[in-house]
């Protein structure tokens, strides 16, 4: 069954919608109020970066001083961050019942299983969550009905502020859903006929 129902939000970011991770979650639930009651299969869309205050104002905020004492925090704060942002939206998108984009933050991308990897600390392996690089990428999650996270989407055309992230290369920029094909592209992604052309090649039904 096609998409019956589309959600696109746009949010003003504050930073006490991102101290805790209960203030966070009213913040997401909120501006999705609206699907209540509308016809399934629905998709939902956060914007761009609308996950990125929360390495900033998490748990009381990076104080850049902080830097000189743990030249790891920005990692520890991601991994933090990460958590929060990961857990709230499958929640959402389980109360919901909808296939949630949850827009983008800045992170390492993160498994939740044990895999192979070189970057694996006894905390992360304890934990059940691990990054896969340490290389911070814009990234967004997209999640089912179920709250299952189906793909961690990197962006790959940065901006002149976003240099210092890693790029991302297109593979999980295409979703399979019960109810069609979807293409993930962040913000200057879908300016570049490339992308777009390609994921039209794949039969992306929903942009």
Known sequence: MPFRTLLAVQAEARPEHYRTAEAFRER??????????????????????FGLPLLLHLDGGLAPKALLLDP???????????????EVMAEAA???GAYLLAGSLLSPPYEDYPVEAFYVSEEELARGRFSRTPFFQNLALFFNPKGRLLAQVPKMELT????????????????????????????????????????????AEIL
Request: glycine fraction near 10%.
């Open 28 to 49: 997401v639930f909120a501006p999705l109020e609206p699907l209540s009651g509308t016809p399934a299969p629905r998709p939902a869309a956060f914007p761009e970066l």
């Open 72 to 86: 790891l925090l920005p990692w520890r704060r991601a991994r933090r961050a990460y958590g929060v942002f990961l």
């Open 94 to 96: 389980r109360a919901f």
């Open 160 to 203: 002149p502020p976003e240099r210092w992230l890693r790029r991302g290369r297109f593979g999980p920029h295409l979703v399979e859903t019960e109810a069609g094909k979807v293409g993930i592209l962040i913000c200057l992604d879908g300016f570049y006929e490339r992308h777009l052309a390609r994921l039209d090649a794949l039969g």
